[in-house]
Each structure stands twice: as C-alpha cells, then as structure tokens.
C-alpha cells in the first residue's frame, strides 16, 4: 500500500528558506517518478519539480529554478524540497505525487502549508 505523508510546512518571512519533506512507503524510487506540486488559494495546482525513476535529474518549473531543490533519501524512503529565496507568490499547500508508469497510477499526501509573509 502506497502511503505518502507530508510535512516541514510552516510559516517564513521573504526571503527565508524551508524545506519540506514527504515520507513514502510502498514505493521505490527506480520505478516511481516522484513529483512535488503545490495549489495556492483560487487556483489550479502546479508542478514545481520532477524527478524521473531510476534518475537523479530533476526538472524544475521555471517559477522556482535555482530557489528549489528536490532530493531524495533512498535509505529513509524521503523526497525533500529544500526552497530558498522565498517569495510570497510561493505561498501554497504543497503536496508529494508518486507516479508509477506501468500502470499509470499515481498517488498524492495530504499536502503542507507554506505561508510566505511579513
């Protein structure tokens, strides 16, 4: 059973840095592209970053290039988002994605709240 838990969201000011994390189990990460999105108030939800299975390349939306990091702990079953430089328009309920190609399911956590304010 696929089970996906965020947490790590919190409130910060401009400029400030968080990093959130999504604990997983009952996925490895050589066959499950592991995504982080994130929905802000009145509108659709977006990809922020993706890592593809088996690979350590992440793509990035252009909107958080060079401010976010995705990483992943094999050992701990955790993918990280490490966000620097945050803006207020990153202010969002951000949630980890699973996605496994062969059957083209995909799973979703609960989502973590980012506030970025002053």
């Known amino acids: 059973q696929v089970q996906l838990v965020e947490s790590g969201g919190g409130s910060v000011q401009p400029g400030g840095s968080l990093t959130v994390s999504c604990a997983t189990s009952?996925?490895?990460?050589?066959?499950?592209?592991m995504r982080w999105y994130r929905q802000a108030p009145r509108k659709e939800r977006e990809l922020v970053a993706s890592m593809p299975y088996g690979s350590p390349r992440v793509d990035y939306a252009d909107s958080v290039k060079g401010r976010f990091t995705m990483s992943t702990d094999i050992k701990k079953n955790m993918v990280y988002l490490q966000m620097n430089s945050l803006k207020p328009e990153d202010t969002a309920v951000y949630y980890c994605?699973?996605?496994?190609?062969?059957?083209?399911?995909?799973?979703w956590g609960q989502g973590t709240q980012v506030t970025v304010s002053s």
């Open positions: 994605n699973a996605y496994f190609w062969l059957t083209r399911s995909q799973y």
């Open positions: 009952g996925i490895t990460f050589d066959v499950y592209t």
